[in-house]
């Protein structure tokens, strides 16, 4: 190996990964929807990904994945990481000679990563995180939206028994997360609770000046 290579499966000086974190119902898959249009970022949500895993058919890990996401609990490590980096991979081969010349690439992670073991793995095997965006709002605001979405989401755990695990489970290992970041100096935070594009407004300022 050459002397400088990267020890990880991508190269992070042609790679840009922004963790995008805040509890549920906080508006990161809003905000990273309208921020992949406008920035030629690639989204992708760690729970959608454990969601199609789970529906993949033969899949070892559907069952333990059910029932992490009804229990609002943190699937392990290893399964979150491994399913970012092959989406990544995927991502990469698909822009490539095109948008995303020579290996380069721009992911925005949305709701990963949850728990520290999952924040340490992924930088050291997969690629070092740039930035953290911590979308913060009340849990009011939180529960009210979820609620909302639940009429229409099909989703297992937008129930107001498993809403209550999840932003348990936020407060409890999340929140170790987001303290890291902001101790090595790679954390944003943002008020969600203003409209969507009060806060598309603030959130891209501080992707402008990440990508400049
Ligand atoms: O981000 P989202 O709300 O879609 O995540 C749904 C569930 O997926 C979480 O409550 C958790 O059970 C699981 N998850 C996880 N690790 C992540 C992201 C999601 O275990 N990094
Ligand atoms: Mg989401």
Redesign the pocket.
């Known amino acids: 190996m050459a002397p400088n290579a990267p020890r990880t499966a991508f190269d992070h000086n042609k790679v840009t990964v922004v963790y995008v974190l805040g509890g ?1 119902g906080a508006g990161k898959g809003t905000q990273c929807t309208k921020l992949s249009e406008d920035f030629d970022f690639c989204h992708l ?4 990904l ?1 969601r199609a895993e789970q529906n993949r058919d033969g899949s070892q890990y559907g069952e333990l994945i059910r029932t ?2 009804r229990e ?4 392990p490590k290893e399964v ?1 990481s491994k399913l970012l980096e092959n989406a990544m991979a995927a991502e990469i081969q698909s822009r490539s000679g095109h948008r995303w010349p020579d290996g380069q690439g721009r992911f925005l992670i949305d ?4 728990k520290m073991d ?1 924040a340490l793995l992924f930088d050291e095997v997969v690629c070092p995180a740039s930035l953290v965006i911590h979308f913060t709002t009340t849990e009011d605001v939180m529960l009210e939206r979820l609620l909302e979405r639940g009429k229409t989401s099909g989703r297992e ?1 937008d129930n107001i028994d498993s809403i209550r695990k ?1 932003f348990r489970t936020y407060y409890e290992q999340t929140m170790p997360v987001i303290e890291h970041y902001s101790s090595l100096g790679k954390l944003e935070e943002i008020d969600s609770s203003k409209s969507i594009d009060t806060v598309y407004q603030e959130t891209s300022v501080i992707i402008r000046k990440l990508l400049s």
Not at 45 to 48: E, H, K, L, M, Y
Not at 72 to 75: E, K, N, P, T
Request: proline share 10%; glycine share 16%; charged share 20%.
């Open positions: 549920p949500s760690a729970g959608d454990l992490c996401i609002g609990s943190i699937v979150t709701g990963f990563p949850r999952q755990d999840r």
